[in-house]
Structure formats: C-alpha cells, structure tokens
C-alpha cells in the first residue's frame, strides 16, 4: 500500500519562497512506473496540476504552464521523497497542496494516491 | 487553454441515478478520470481511463466518454456518496486538467 505524507510550513509571506515535502512509503521515487506529482486546490475548490518529476533513466521534471519559471520539483532518493519549491509567492497561491502518485503504463492518466494535502497561506 | 466544465451541484434521492457530466472539446479524444472528495480529506480515485474502476470502488459507480461528454454516474445512490466530484482529463499536449467539481446532495 502506497503512502505519501506531506510536511511543511503552513504560512508563507508574500515574495518568499513556499515549501513542501512528501514522503513515500511503499513504492520509490525512482520508480520507471510511477511520476511523482503536485496538486493544489484553491480556496474556491478547483483543482490545479502544477508539476512532476519522475525517473526513466534519468530525472525529467515537467511544469505547468502558469507557475513555470517559479516553480521546482525535486526527488530525494536517499530519503525516498519529492519536494515542491514555489517561489515569490503571493496570496493567490494560498492553496490545499497535495502531492499524489500517478502510475504509468506508458503514459500517466490519473493520480491513484494522494497525500493528506496541507493548506499553506501566504500572508504578512 | 482547454477548459473542462462541470454542473455546479446535482441533487439526487436515496435509492435513485445521479448523473455528473463532464465537457470538453472533443473530450472523447482524452482518457477521463474521476475523483470524489469528501469534505476535509484528499480527492479518492474512483474512475480512470474513462470507464474502469479501481479495486475496492463499489459497483455503483460506473462512467462514459462520447463525443464531448463524459459521464460519471452513481446508480443506487446512498448517503455516503454526498461529496464533491472532479473529472480529469489527460493529454499529451495539454498535460493534466481538472474539471470544475460537482457537489453531489443526497436528499
């Protein structure tokens, strides 16, 4: 059984840098069937894909669009987790992050695990 | 960008069919995965690849892509379904895209 446990601070100020860490327990990061995701839900609710990293011979990380250029997602293989760094934050991205597991069976359709999510606010 | 909408909310009795639709351009084109999210926990995998179920996923659940639509659809509907509902569309091109969520009321 897959378990990812999420950890970080809760409050960001505005301009700095949020950042989070997910634990995986019952599959690795270096999985060549497996990416390694994050998630986050606005404060409205929806649901927003913000990147990936995941290992086929080498380490590719992927991003979306709308947070390129301020975001990372790095894997930790000695620790068996992926963090998430999002930089020059503003309240906009006050948000329930998660960070989730999608399989792959040549591509990556869907998230099949999830963390326990954390809400991170960003306020002075 | 390619947007995935939902119906806001659907009420449905105990006992009887809710269906949650899901549209997108040319949505059948996509693989389309469905989430429940119960209030205060993480979003629970429910349908993937437009029409399977994970393991553990009760048989009343079931779910459609065609055309534009797709379809999640709860038959025998119980008290323990009353949450939110997101699809998910995947694409080569666009990555990974949410729909806008449906609550589901069961009355």
């Known amino acids: 059984q897959v378990q990812l446990q999420q950890s970080g601070p809760g409050l960001v100020k505005p301009s700095q840098t949020l950042s989070l860490t997910c634990a995986i327990s019952g599959d690795s990061v270096s999985s060549s069937s497996a990416t390694w995701n994050w998630i986050r839900q606005s404060t409205s609710g929806g649901l927003e894909w913000l990147g990936r990293t995941y290992y086929r011979s080498k380490w590719y990380n992927e991003y979306a669009i709308s947070v390129k250029g301020r975001i990372t997602v790095n894997p930790d293989t000695s620790k068996n987790q992926f963090s998430l760094q999002l930089n020059s934050v503003t309240p906009e991205d006050t948000a329930v992050y998660y960070c989730a597991r999608a399989p792959c069976g040549g591509d990556c359709y869907d998230f099949d695990y999830w963390g326990q999510g954390a809400l991170v606010t960003v306020s002075s | 960008s390619y947007e995935v909408t939902q119906p806001p909310s659907v009420s449905v009795s105990p006992g009887q069919t809710a269906s949650i639709t899901c549209s997108g351009y040319k949505l059948e084109n996509k693989y389309v995965s469905w989430y429940q999210q119960q209030p205060g926990q993480s979003p629970v995998l429910i349908m993937y690849?437009?029409?399977k179920r994970p393991s553990g996923i009760p048989e009343r659940f079931s779910a459609s892509n065609s055309g534009n639509t797709a379809t999640l659809t709860i038959s025998g509907t119980q008290a323990m379904d009353e949450a939110d509902y997101y699809c998910q569309a995947w694409d080569s091109n666009l990555g990974y895209v949410f729909g806008t969520g449906t609550k589901v009321t069961v009355l």
């Open positions: 690849q437009d029409d």
